[in-house]
């Protein structure tokens, strides 16, 4: 079913026919009305047709119209469609897309286009808001970006450029095959861009002649127009964007003007006039650059000629040529110059001349049958009839001017400087000439070099010494000229830097820059060279030596930063535990010496590397932190070896604990009687312990457990605490024993590796409970459970410390040695001694029952306290009298008492 368009998609092509008709009715009656006075023409273009799967683009109206009063008025109605396209728009409402214009389907662009570069433009209409997409691109690539759309009403102008990754190579890829998606409305048009990347053109390159050595050369007469053309640049094939520029200099005093060259090569003359630059060669070096930086050169040399119809003209008034004194007979001094055709020359002032003269020029035969041509060249200037030589040196056709003896300035000092009036005339036209002022300056030859006091520098300089500090004055003499000025340079060796170590004010050599030995070290020392020049010529040189040696001086004093070292307890003697960084400013940056301030004794540092090695065993638990305040002394310095700088730092030493003390509990054995009640889990002691290592005497730090004795696993053990099950003293059943000798092990919990473990001796004396019930009354009686009495019975005994038992030890070998000494030392009183032994018999008796009576009564106090403990345990609870107020021990099951 065919789908209508809404109204208002409608509205905008009838509009456009409305308009259309309105215009073209106005256009055809103003033509009628202004046919007598002006015209009127109309002329449709069609663009070529395409193909593909795409319409041709509709013809396009165009209307020019002329007024006949001289003025023009075009009017162009672009984008229109004719009246039978616009018709088919209106009854073809679905084909939203037409007018598709600016495609060719092909172009053609080069390699050398970069990221953002457009490489087309077209135009089309469409109804609503289009949607333009590269759907394809064939090879793949991401050269291109998505077109952008811009437009107003129903006409968008799509443009197709390159992306920021594009990097064309005809070499590679030559052709790419674009595919455009057009969607406008519902409908969905395809249009294929095909891309032709083409190479670009290489570098410029310049004809052989013009880039030849010898360059291309151009003659032009000194009359020319100033800006005129001369000569054109040509290249091997052309190129668009080259820039030519003129590259060799171009000095006023040898130039009449800048010769320039335009973008295509068009060589001009300067804007000032050649006149007098006859004979005159200037060459010219021109550069051809692409927009590559690609680039060719050449020269052109242009030479200019004289007017052959000018008057004869040296074009200037004075010429200076300077020679030197040793310059032979016959040199040549210089060469003048006047324009003119047959130009002669000749010297009329002074005369004679006896030290330069103009080389003979060519003879001139036939003139007036004179044989004499001296004589004929005279009488033609000055129609005098004497010889020639008599009056003149020499004449020449070229005007070179020699010398016709050596010149000495010591025997004849008035030959330094000759004035010589030079005239230049045509032989045909006499009256035709010009006169030239030249003065020939004559320079001493300069023999010996300048003569210095001192003639060599070696110094020694300290390393502070100020900026602008003189080091030396220089006394320099010319022997070939009192009057002789002198240059004077420093040639600095090595020394790349700007900013240089010395700098001369004439003769005076001074400090220029700081001398830092510490930054120079090891090469302190500093080599110029002072170069003396004379005025005369040639210049002659003299070289003065300097070696200026830079001494050290103690600036500043050694430094070490603050630093902490973490040693463990257990390190043993000799472990190094850091190094002291010291360092200074001065050079050598590390000799310095290292000492402790105050004499630890647990510490030593080595003087000359800094490292701090351990003396003596620490005690994480007696001292935690050593600070040592480390003195710091440089040496070898300065130059004085007693000037010494000296610092200091504090070093902290942490001790980091280690696990070394086992846990002590206190006290390390409990003997205890408790009831055998009933309860579950019942508490019986708690153990007190604690570790050296650990400063928090948590129970937490502790891990205890029940190693032995704990029979039918009565007691149990929760953190620190001791508690019991219920037990069991039935004969039918399981009878447990009235007394558990446990084993307790406490073992710490660090800080570190190994850990270490004790174990406590707990003696527990369990006393069966029962309930006595009474057989004569038949009510049951119930009777509390009486709270248990715990005695707790401490018993001390002695444990020596280790250090004990090694004296005694040592002190009982040294014993024994001093009494087998005696025994060997006293024979005889040896044997009386065994002669009567009766009386140390009865001592060493006496002694012996001594020492068993005291046992004995140590043994019968023990059995009764023994005895009295026992006495206790048959006792499980306590009361007090409510009479006497008195507490006693009662037995719940036998009924006993006993007051306390």
């Not at 006499?430 to 001192?454: E, F, G, Y």
């Not at 430094?559 to 040693?567: E, N, R, S």
């Not at 029940?706 to 696993?713: E, Y």
């Amino acid at each position: 079913m065919r789908e209508i368009p809404p109204p208002w998609l409608l509205l905008a092509p009838t509009m456009k026919l409305l308009f259309l008709g309105g215009l073209i009715f106005a256009l055809d009656i103003w033509g009628r009305s202004s046919w007598g006075t002006g015209r009127a023409r109309m002329r449709l273009w069609d663009p070529p047709s395409h193909t593909g799967s795409f319409l041709p683009t509709p013809p396009l109206v165009s209307t020019h119209v002329l007024l006949s009063e001289g003025t023009s008025a075009l009017l162009d109605i672009v984008n229109l469609l004719n009246c039978r396209d616009l018709l088919q728009a209106q009854l073809s409402p679905f084909s939203h897309v037409y007018d598709v214009r600016g495609l060719p389907w092909t172009v053609n662009i080069s390699e050398r286009l970069g990221p953002g570069s457009v490489i087309h433009v077209f135009s089309f209409n469409c109804s609503c808001p289009p949607t333009l997409e590269i759907d394809r691109v064939t090879p793949s690539s991401t050269f291109f970006n998505q077109p952008d759309l811009s437009g107003f009403s129903t006409r968008y102008m799509a443009k197709v450029t390159l992306s920021s990754s594009a990097r064309l190579d005809a070499r590679q890829v030559n052709h790419y095959q674009l595919n455009l998606k057009l969607t406008c409305m519902k409908e969905i048009r395809n249009f294929p861009l095909s891309v032709e990347v083409f190479r670009a053109h290489g570098p410029p390159v310049c004809l052989d002649r013009f880039a030849s050595a010898a360059g291309d050369r151009v003659q032009v007469l000194e009359t020319v127009k100033p800006r005129s053309l001369i000569y054109t640049v040509l290249l091997r094939r052309e190129l668009a964007g080259v820039k030519m520029t003129i590259i060799s200099p171009q000095d006023p005093l040898d130039f009449p003007g800048s010769f320039s060259i335009d973008e295509r090569g068009r060589v001009l003359t300067p804007s000032q006039s050649l006149i007098g630059s006859a004979y005159k060669n200037f060459p010219l070096r021109i550069l051809v650059t692409n927009r590559q930086g690609e680039s060719c050169h050449g020269t052109l040399t242009v030479e200019v000629l004289p007017d052959p119809s000018s008057k004869v003209s040296f074009g200037i008034q004075f010429q200076t040529f300077n020679i030197s004194e040793d310059l032979v007979a016959g040199g040549t001094v210089g060469q003048v110059r006047a324009n003119g055709s047959s130009v002669r020359y000749a010297i009329i002032e002074p005369v004679p001349c006896p030290l330069y003269s103009i080389s003979p020029g060519e003879p001139l035969w036939g003139w007036g049958g004179l044989g004499d041509r001296s004589r004929w060249e005279w009488d033609v200037r000055y129609g005098l009839g004497h010889k020639f030589i008599s009056l003149h040196c020499v004449h020449t056709v070229d005007g070179t001017i020699r010398t016709t003896t050596p010149l000495d300035l010591g025997r004849n000092p008035g030959a330094a400087v000759t004035k010589l009036q030079v005239k230049a005339y045509d032989p045909f036209q006499p009256w035709t000439n010009d006169l030239l002022s030249v003065i020939i300056n004559v320079q001493p030859t300069n023999t010996w070099a300048p003569r210095c006091t001192p003639a060599l520098l070696v110094t020694h300089v300290p390393e502070t010494i100020p900026v602008g500090t003189i080091l030396m004055t220089l006394a320099c003499s010319d022997p070939d000229s009192s009057s002789s000025t002198f240059h004077y340079q420093l040639w600095h060796h090595n020394e790349t830097k700007p900013d240089h170590s010395f700098r001369l004010q004439g003769p005076v050599l001074q400090v220029n820059n700081t001398l830092d030995y510490d930054s120079s070290a090891p090469n302190v020392q500093y080599r110029t060279t002072i170069l003396v020049t004379d005025s005369g010529q040639p210049p002659q040189t003299s070289q003065v030596p300097v070696l200026v040696t830079v001494t050290p001086v103690n600036e500043y004093p050694p430094v070490c930063p603050a630093h902490t070292f973490l040693v463990r307890e257990d390190a043993p003697p000799g472990k190094l535990v850091g190094t002291v960084l010291g360092s200074d400013r001065d050079y050598p940056p590390n000799s310095i010496e290292y000492h402790i301030s105050d004499s630890s004794s647990s510490f030593y540092i080595d003087p000359h590397s800094g490292k701090i090695h351990l003396l003596a065993s620490l005690d994480y638990e007696k001292q935690r932190i050593h600070m040592l305040v480390i003195f710091l002394t440089d040496r070898d310095q300065d130059q004085d070896p007693t000037h010494r700088k000296s610092g200091s730092c504090t070093i902290t030493i942490e001790v980091q604990n280690v696990n070394d003390h086992a846990p002590e509990c206190e006290p390390p054995f409990q003997e205890l009687t408790i009831s055998s009640g009933p309860s579950i889990s019942a508490e019986v002691t708690r153990l007190t312990c604690s570790d050296r290592d650990v400063p928090e005497q948590a129970p937490e730090a502790f891990s205890f457990s029940i190693v032995g004795g704990n029979s039918n696993r009565r007691f149990s053990m929760k953190d620190n605490i001791l508690l019991h099950n219920v037990f069991s003293f039935q004969p039918d059943g399981l009878l447990d024993p009235l007394t558990y000798e446990l084993l307790v092990r406490v073992t710490d919990k660090g800080p570190t590796f190994p850990l270490f473990s004790t174990t406590a001796i707990v003696i527990v004396h369990v006393i069966p409970w029962t309930t006595t019930v009474p057989t004569t009354s038949t009510k049951a009686e119930t009777i509390s459970s009486p709270t248990p009495l715990l005695v707790t019975l401490i018993e001390d005994y002695w444990a020596p410390e280790p250090w004990f038992v090694v004296v005694l030890t040592v002190t009982g070998i040294l014993l024994f040695t001093v009494l087998g000494w005696l025994l060997c030392r006293c024979p005889g009183r040896m044997a009386h001694n065994l002669q009567t032994p009766g009386q140390s018999s009865q001592t060493l008796l006496l002694n012996s029952t001594k020492r068993d009576e005291n046992s004995a009564d140590e043994l019968i106090k023990k059995n009764d306290e023994a005895r009295s403990i026992l006495s206790l345990q048959q006792f499980d609870g306590r009361a007090q009298d409510p009479v006497t107020g008195r507490d006693y021990l009662f037995n719940s099951g036998t009924g006993e008492r006993r007051w306390i």
